[in-house]
């Protein structure tokens, strides 16, 4: 069928547009691609649109949201070609899942705050997929998240099957004894240890910021766009003292850390 250039597309178009990129007539490119080749593609544009997000850029958001979409029409029409499953399909998927996990709206079920909804989500989210305890939940958590966005979930999944740390206290305490515990095995020497022991010491601290209330993923987020900030002032003093860092001391350069202002301000 030949191509219908329009004023307006839809995302029906959408899957035109892909399916004739893919055709033996289409696109070198897209028609090599695979799940695989272009995952981490599909990461990108997520973070893209995440960005345009923080940016708080309308016009930004909204190509990036095209590029997301871009990536689940593509992933879609791969599977439409095997005759898996078609974009009808995924979109009724999601609005059954929604309705379903929101019986307070849909139902009559009443859950009158974000914490009610929240609790009955995970609960009907646990039935639906047949999950008989907490550690089988825990295993749903993707894997391909960052670490701490991923620890995060697995304390709020502890905490829901009641083996959480009990308040800011206990977090406290057991991130200090994961930090003595890094120490001791960095003095020591043992590599290998001290790696475990690294991943034991960042785990406790995605505990901990859930009694800060806090995103440990954007903490850490924000510490980088400060590093980064603190650098230049440390390159600035640098050169007005007519040197570079390259040939500072150690002892000079902690100086000019010092004199800085902290990670925090």
Known sequence: MEFQFKENYDVNDLVAIVQKLRAPDGCPWDKVQTHQSIRNDFIEE???????IDEQDTAHLREELGDVLLQVVFHTVLEMEQQHFTLTDVAGDVCRKMILRHPHVFGHVVAETPEEVIKNWDEIKMQSKSQQ??????????????????????WKKAESGGAALSDTTAALQLAEQKLADLKACAENGQTEVCSAKLGEL??????LSRFLQTDCEQSLYNACD???????????????????????????????WNDNTSLSN
């Open 46 to 52: 997520v973070y893209e649109a995440v960005e345009a």
């Open 133 to 154: 305890n907490v550690s089988e939940a825990m295993e749903t958590v993707s894997k391909a998240l960052p670490s701490l966005m991923r620890s995060r979930k697995l």
């Open 202 to 207: 960042l785990f406790s601290l995605a505990g």
């Open 226 to 256: 400060a590093f980064i900030d603190r650098f230049k002032v440390l390159e600035r003093d640098a050169a007005a003292k007519g040197v570079t860092i390259q040939n500072l001391s150690s002892e000079e350069i902690a100086k000019l």
